[in-house]
């Protein structure tokens, strides 16, 4: 028998029996559909969380002041001023440091005619921009000399500069920054969410002299909020991380044991960690969704063994006027992988028309490949000949005599 005659006769078989057909179908189908939507889902989580990685930067450390004690409350990291422009000018310096950028940040009210914002608002240096991997979309970054004139200028976040000019373009603008007119001179492509949650997109950066002599004061002049860092490649990371520390701990005078009055924090540590979290629910939704496909299978050698109970004399015939045992072992299976090659493909299109009806409803990033449909249709596949070898070797196993007395 050829292919073609297998697959004919299989059809044919299914068809006999619609109904019991459609419903051990219906497992399949459902199987097939959950694996697709789940695992589209958990790429696209995946992705989601490559992208907001990508938009950090790379090599990057994130620097901040240290935590401090008072009446035996602890308070956390960031609550005491410890690190200086002078800390990252000399960090700067170290040999496997490519650049810093010192920062100050706050809160404040932009105004635009009748428009007005409030956003995050940070003073940092022209390094910040390179560090953090901003793109200008329309005008320029500050320069160093602004930065060292104090000059009052901004470069506007894609948000921001949408909620203070709509559709007008917000470059050459004059804005009041808690009442002070600031030139617009640069906005900067979107770059959405970070691995916190915060839009990056909603903020307004102005030089750090700026920011510290006219915007949001220093009790302490010459103290920053935190600084980045970033290191000139990935393989040194450790080794930079280190140069920090030593450097910071000699230049704040602390020695022997005392705690560091600073905390580093490796940014690609932390990315690494995230992506690999993403990579285990994605795994963890794929093997709940297979679950489906193996009750599918179980229900398809259930139907499969009724079959061949049902058509024992049929067999008996067949095997009488000449059929081998392999021509009906190789029947059998064929029927039982075309219910889930059939299955396979139906749940396909409704795992795709799920996902997209998902993506739109819930607004989230949805990733379908054609290695997740591939891999799904020959694990469909694969279950059918797993779960259908056994009652198609129960019917290739029949006498003859018994099979054609069978009542």
């Not at 028998?1 to 179908?25: P, Q, V």
């Amino acid at each position: 028998m050829n292919l073609l005659t297998i697959i004919g006769e299989s059809l044919r078989a299914l068809r006999t029996n619609r109904l019991r057909t459609g419903l051990t179908m219906l497992g399949m189908i459902i199987g097939v559909a959950a694996v697709v939507l789940l695992i589209s889902i958990g790429q696209g989580a995946q992705s989601k969380i490559n992208q907001s990685i990508a938009t950090m930067g790379s090599n990057l450390f994130i620097v901040l002041p240290g935590a401090t004690s008072s009446g035996g409350l602890s308070f956390g990291s960031g609550s005491v001023k410890t690190l200086t422009v002078g800390d990252s000018e000399a960090i700067a310096e170290l040999s496997l440091v490519e650049a810093t950028a010192p920062v100050i940040s706050g809160t404040a009210q932009l105004n635009y005619g009748a428009n007005n914002w409030s956003t995050t608002i940070t003073g940092t240096t022209p390094d910040y921009f390179n560090v953090g991997n901003w793109n200008i979309e329309s005008g320029t970054f500050f320069s160093e000399s602004e930065m060292r004139s104090a000059v009052r200028v901004a470069v506007l976040g894609k948000e921001t500069a949408r909620n203070l000019f709509g559709q007008e373009g917000a470059t050459g603008k004059i804005i009041r920054v808690t009442n002070r007119p600031f030139l617009v001179i640069g906005v900067l492509e979107a770059k959405g969410q970070s691995l916190s949650g915060r839009d990056q997109d909603d903020n307004v950066f102005i030089p750090l002299t700026t920011s510290e002599r006219q915007i949001t004061g220093n009790q302490f002049p010459g103290s920053i909020r935190y600084m980045m860092v970033q290191a000139k490649s990935a393989k040194t990371m450790d080794e930079a991380e280190a140069e920090i520390v030593d450097l910071l701990r000699q230049r704040h005078r602390i020695t022997g044991d005392m705690e560091n009055d600073f905390t580093v924090r490796n940014l690609a540590a932390i990315a690494d960690v995230a992506t690999g979290t993403a990579k285990l629910m994605s795994l963890m939704l794929g093997a709940i969704a297979s679950i489906s496909l193996l009750v599918g299978g179980i229900g398809i050698m259930n139907i499969m063994l009724v079959s061949v109970t049902e058509r024992t004399r049929e067999i008996g015939i067949r095997m009488a006027i000449g059929a081998n045992r392999r021509a009906i072992l190789t029947q059998f299976l064929a029927e039982a992988v075309m219910i889930c090659i059939l299955g396979g493909v139906a749940g396909i299109i409704l795992g795709i028309s799920g996902a997209w009806i998902v993506s739109q409803l819930a607004d989230m990033l949805i990733v379908i490949t054609l290695g997740m449909v591939v891999l799904a249709f020959a694990f469909a596949s694969a279950i059918g000949i797993f779960f259908g070898f056994y009652p198609a070797r129960k019917a290739a196993l029949l006498k003859p005599v018994e099979a054609l007395r069978y009542e």
